[in-house]
């Protein structure tokens, strides 16, 4: 479904990917994994077209999306993002934050809108809190409409930029069950994160980063037991010990 | 104490004051129409040179900074003069009301333009992100998203600005609007005493004092994050 090959991001002078190469089915759950600096963010926001990749190609469905002639919207439409720092609309309640692209985007009517909404709340476990405002909330459940807001476009997949390490401990969890659940529903997700143990529970499949380049890629059982790369086994190493 | 009985006389006199009252509330209704007017004029100016110079439009948003870098760094009493008695060289012969709320609205629509940007630059780059990326146009992001969240937290500064303003309208009397000043000096000529100016003084001050308290009263539920 998405496609990457050789991808290359310069920021001025600073490679950030180093000719990423990687491939996604529909259903999959890419779980990428490593060092601070390493990439994996700007992959996904490339992916989302938030940055334009230097050099590379995107393809979704077989299609360019990096092209010139793309409606970047239409691609956004299709690949959902869930961000760190949530970037919930703080002027809008929870149900605003929802259904604004609704409205906006697909011209749904207020009643329709509010209805798939509502749903979709229900579905993360926030369905008492649709007429509170952002600052009224916990992280984790900021996260969680977060997740509900980009579900409302019913994207084709989903991604997932650190989402839970912004949070309290306590409050990780939450936020996991909601996207294991995506997970079981089929959802193509591609997720950066730092939580080894739902990367290892959930994870189809998972890829490391080091240094802009995928240094090890795999099932997820065969990185975590048996990681084959020396910098792989370091990392991994250093944050399960 | 013989001056301070002259002060008094002249410039605290209350039967003056009474009877040129009624003539000055009638200069400060001119005033807050003059200021109101170019303020409204100047908002949407000033937005929309704003929103041209956030997305960096090519030569409109050049266009957009060397007008606000005029009318900012020129006085404003210079600007009247030009509007009323230069333009019409030109063939734009403006009556002077009309005159006196170009001049205005040019004038604060530059300040107005500078609140505007710093406001629209002070919200985080993550709310445009989160909403292109459910795939609204660059446009829908900020008129949905950033210009909502930019009123919020421009009403502040564009209150003082207004306050300014008024102020500011004083200078129309140069080309002979009768606002609040030129109506109250017309008063002294009449009376041959100033104490119109003082009563002019007290209603400048009955229009802006309540505006600064609602300034503060503004800052201090923005600080306790209501807004």
Redesign the interface.
Known sequence: MIRIVDLYKKFGSINVLNGVSLEVRKGDVLVIIGPSGSGKSTLLRCI?L?EEPTSGKILLDGEDITGKKID???V??RI??V?Q?F?????MTVIGNVT??LQ??LKMKPAEAKKAGTDLLTRVGLKDKIDAYP?QLSGGQKQRV?IA??L??NPEAILFDEVTSALDPELVKEVLDVMKDLAKSGMTMLVVTHEMGFAKEVGSHVIFMDEGKIIEDGLAEEIFDNPRHPRTKAFLDAVLS | MEGLADLAQKYFSVSVIKEVFPFLLKGALYTIIFSASSELIGIIVGLFTAIIRVTKVKVLSQIATIYVDIFRGTPLLMQIIFVYYALPYVGINLPAPAAGIVALSINSGAYVSEIFRAGIESI?K??I?????????YA?AMR??VI??TM?RVLPPLTNEFVALIKDSSLLSVIAISELLRTSKEMMTWKLNPSSLTAAALLYLAITVPLTRLVSYLENKMKK?DV
């Open positions: 989302n938030l970047k919207n239409k956004r439409q959902g993002m961000f720092s970037n919930l609309f703080p002027n604004l692209a906006k985007v600052n977060a807001r980009a409302a476009m | 985080d993550g709310q992100e989160a909403a292109r990326s459910l795939g609204m146009s829908q949905y998203v909502p969240q919020k994050g």
